[in-house]
């Protein structure tokens, strides 16, 4: 018997009832009917990989609405792998070493390390401002290597690293509005943890949220890994006060559970009524939003700390799309960038706002849509994030997000650094010294 097309008929049986229809057209006319095995044979393969995100509800919608209709609107295939977050740079790793794998491959962090074996996204960023306007200048310093003059990455989006804070502790304490400053951090979780043992949880070990939550400190006091020309400079007496406020906030207010954290630690213990405050997005209050949590209501949500020079903080996390040069869709890997810029606020919502916008006229009305969320609790829980723009920066500022940066990053120095110093194993001036010998160790190799 013939094979049955998807109606359920033979291919004799097809052609029986179709073969004049398809002769009156004439031999001019050119097909009218691909065959389903044909049309598969034509169709192409589009693979990415991105982390399994902490809104759930973003992965539903990306997988199942916006890459699904992209797909079929661009007779691709898309296939979209998640991993977790801590996976993601071995990952990358072994594609880049065996170059082979995905197409379409989103890191967390500005992965300039790679720029040799991925292609220059400039094209896709010129198509997507042709569009959208300028992208903010977060995302050009963390995709872009100003020595090259080449785009090893692109970002369409960051997510915000404000505070979480115990409403009723912090109220307690004498800030109603939670601490507003790195002094008011400090005086105020000693109040807490001295009345009710609940300790601070800034974390303290080598994970994503202390990296980012000590170079906000580092920043804050006016440190910094390097100046805006790239050379290093985390040796300095900005480094050491940030360092001695750190020991002293562990010894006042937290407990040696922070070195062992996980990038999930913090997010559990403050769901938990554990600890008063942590540096954290927005996944922490979403969960508590998700589960009905008791303790919802309870957590607010704060800007980033104020300290002695400046009120600022690393992105929480940086969405960087890279295209291997190995990619077998390059083509189709670029495309389906430009397109999802268009449809990135149907994303920003189903994402709850975890996912901020590289390119601001996506979301043009961010600040009125944050301030009034139903799921929150309060419903403006979320407005304070409104002017995140003043005081997010990038991975490698005051300069960009070069490779060595990168390697830096991976490496965990700052956070090393840090806890060595709360722990008492090093004095601020030794282990900033040590420091400056790692990064300039790192930065020699990638001159």
């Known amino acids: 018997m013939g094979r049955k097309n998807d109606q359920g008929l033979s291919r004799r049986d097809f052609i029986k009832l179709t073969g004049s229809g398809a002769l009156a057209l004439g031999a001019g006319s050119g097909p009218f009917f691909l065959f389903p095995?044909?049309?598969?044979?034509?169709?192409?393969?589009?693979?990415?990989?991105?982390?399994?995100?902490?809104?759930?509800?973003y992965d539903t919608w990306f997988d199942g609405t916006f890459c699904k209709q992209w797909g079929q609107k661009n007779n691709t295939n898309v296939i979209v792998d998640h991993i977790n977050l801590v996976d993601l740079p071995a990952k990358a790793a072994s594609e880049a070493s065996a170059q082979k794998g995905h197409d379409l491959f989103m890191l967390l962090?500005?992965?300039?390390?790679?720029?040799?074996?991925?292609?220059?996204?400039?094209?896709?960023?010129?198509?997507?401002?042709?569009?959208?306007?300028?992208?903010?200048?977060?995302?050009?310093?963390?995709?872009?290597?100003p020595k090259t003059k080449r785009y090893f990455a692109f970002s369409d989006a960051y997510t915000p690293d404000p505070g979480n804070w115990h409403k009723d502790w912090w109220t307690e304490a004498g800030f109603p509005n939670g601490p507003d400053t790195w002094e008011d951090l400090r005086v105020g979780a000693k109040k807490i943890r001295d009345k009710s043992g609940h300790p601070c949880?800034?974390?303290?070990?080598?994970?994503?949220?202390?990296?980012?939550?000590?170079?906000?400190?580092?920043?804050?006091?006016?440190?910094?890994?390097q100046d805006e020309a790239g050379n290093v400079t985390i040796n300095?007496?900005?480094?050491?006060?940030?360092?001695?406020?750190?020991?002293?906030?562990?010894?006042?207010?937290?407990?040696?559970?922070v070195f062992?954290?996980?990038?999930?630690s913090n997010n559990q213990a403050m769901l938990a009524g554990r600890v008063s405050y942590v540096a954290n997005a927005i996944?922490?209050?979403?969960?508590?939003?998700?589960?009905?949590?008791?303790?919802?209501?309870?957590?607010?949500?704060s800007r980033a700390l104020k300290g002695p020079v400046r009120r600022i903080a690393a992105e929480h996390v940086m969405d960087c799309y890279v295209i291997w040069d190995f990619a077998e869709n390059k083509d189709g890997a670029q495309q389906f960038l430009i397109d999802y810029i268009d449809a990135f606020h149907d994303g920003f919502l189903a994402g709850q706002f975890y996912n901020f916008p590289c390119f601001p006229s996506t979301v043009p009305n961010l600040k009125q849509e944050i301030a009034n969320d139903p799921r929150a609790n309060p419903p403006d829980k979320y407005k304070v994030l409104g002017d995140v723009l003043d005081w997010a920066t990038n991975i490698g500022y005051p300069g960009y997000g070069t490779a060595a940066i990168d390697e830096a990053f991976k490496a965990w120095i700052i956070p090393t650094m840090f806890a060595k110093v709360a722990r008492g194993d090093e004095t601020p001036e030794n282990a900033?010294?040590?420091?400056?010998?790692?990064?300039?160790?790192?930065?020699?190799?990638?001159?």
């Open 260 to 264: 062992t954290w996980t990038p999930p």
């Open 109 to 145: 962090s500005p992965p300039a390390a790679y720029e040799k074996q991925t292609i220059d996204m400039a094209h896709v960023y010129q198509e997507v401002e042709k569009k959208h306007g300028k992208k903010i200048d977060l995302a050009h310093k963390s995709t872009y290597n």
């Open 201 to 225: 949880g800034l974390g303290l070990s080598q994970e994503l949220d202390t990296s980012m939550a000590m170079r906000a400190l580092l920043w804050s006091f006016g440190g910094a890994e």
């Open 432 to 447: 900033a010294k040590a420091a400056e010998e790692e990064y300039k160790r790192i930065f020699a190799r990638w001159k």
């Open 37 to 57: 095995e044909r049309a598969a044979a034509e169709q192409k393969t589009l693979k990415i990989l991105q982390w399994s995100h902490f809104v759930p509800a």
């Open 236 to 257: 300095s007496k900005e480094t050491i006060e940030a360092l001695k406020y750190m020991k002293a906030l562990y010894q006042e207010s937290e407990t040696p559970e």
């Open 283 to 301: 996944s922490i209050t979403r969960q508590s939003e998700r589960e009905h949590l008791p303790i919802d209501a309870k957590i607010m949500v």
